[in-house]
């Protein structure tokens, strides 16, 4: 009898996890390669990169972690920021689909400021193409763990957390982590739009503007939602492993994830 990927379990080399707590830059505005962070989370030489030319904002691929497979789906914020646009939106749909119907545990490595927006974007049918990813999250049997690594804001992180942060089997953050409704700066210029217009003083209506996104910063970190049980735990980073692996080993055991009739993929 044929036996499926989500069964076979290898040895897996693990890099040194301490490297992580470095993976994300202290200072908040500075991008980062999301590629070089999975390859210290993955076991060696175990990943295995999809479409990877194709909606260069988001990066799928097949690892293993602790010899588990796993798939995953990851923001990449030297592309736009890692904010989501129509092929993106479209790339993460299609593997989540995958994952599915193969019966593999998906990782989401959340770094975003959402979906992309304004007249340029809507003319790619935006949002047609970003539902499917809230379509296929809703229907996922197999379970959804979401790290975020650094920005969880908007419909956009919703999404990549397969509908919301409590749909998924666990939604652990980083210290770095920060979350919104939106990306903190426009948050400020659209709510303090009069405020800011108030102070003629372009010295001062900058200071103004830093002190206010330093406040919604300052209520959006990760401790602070995770006291509020918007998040499940804020974990460091140098764990991630071990709350994914344990995390798929309760979760898969005996189950039939991807079994209970045929889950058909879209064809490209």
Known sequence: MRQCIRDVVTEGIAPDQRRLREAVPEDRKRAYDMRALIALLADEGSILELRRDF???????????????????????????????APGADKAARFLQLC???????????DTPGFMVGPETERTAQVRHVCRMFVVGAALRVPLFCVVTRKGYGLGAMAMA????????????????????????????LGYRRELEAVANVAERQALFENLVGRLYDEGKAINMASFLEID??????????????????????AKHGQRGHRFIDPW
Not at 100 to 110: E, F, P, R, T
């Open 162 to 189: 397969g509908g919301g942060f409590h749909e998924t089997t666990f939604t652990a953050a980083w210290p770095s982590a920060e979350f919104g409704g939106m990306g903190l700066e426009g948050a400020v210029r």
């Open 55 to 85: 909606g260069p904002g988001m990066i799928t691929a097949l690892i293993r972690i602790a010899g588990q497979p796993f798939g995953l789906i990851a923001n990449q914020p030297l592309h736009l920021g890692g904010a989501i646009d």
């Open 100 to 110: 599915d119907a193969h019966g593999l545990a998906v990782v989401s490595l959340c």
């Open 233 to 254: 735990a804020v974990i460091d980073p140098a764990e991630t492993r071990a709350w994914l692996a344990r995390g798929r080993k309760v979760t898969m055991a005996g």
